[in-house]
């Protein structure tokens, strides 16, 4: 999508601080953090959200989250602990309609969230 932000992102028009790509996926960290690592993980194909996904997206979902495990090690927070996060719809809180993955860390984060 040409307006989406996560797609600009991708194609590079605009700044982020990126800490992993392939061609596959994106990862960068978040501009609002809400923990002092909040690293996103995107697809580079253009899914709104997890409603959108069917069982042709389940190897790209499955290597999303080996890179979310190995985010949190170049963060240095898997040995404390970290929360991967996937927002679906807006009540749920999400604002960009680019699937995404939030990896939170470095700090005790409470439950329940939200």
């Known amino acids: 999508m040409s307006d989406c932000i996560f797609c600009k992102i991708i194609r590079k ?9 392939d061609d596959e996926v994106l990862a960068f960290d978040d501009i609002r953090p809400q923990a002092p690592v ?5 697809p580079r ?3 709104a959200s997890l409603k959108e996904i069917g069982q042709e997206e389940a190897s790209l979902l499955g290597r999303i989250l080996i890179r979310a495990a190995e985010i949190a090690r170049l963060k240095g927070i898997d040995h ?18 680019h699937i995404h993955f939030h990896v939170l860390g470095g700090r005790r984060l409470g439950w329940p969230p939200g």
């Open 80 to 97: 404390s602990g970290y929360r991967v996060v996937v927002n679906t719809g807006p009540d749920s809180g999400q604002e960009v309609f």
């Open 38 to 42: 909040h690293t996103l993980i995107i």
């Open 13 to 21: 028009e605009i700044p982020a601080r990126i800490i992993y790509e």
């Open 45 to 47: 194909k253009h899914l």
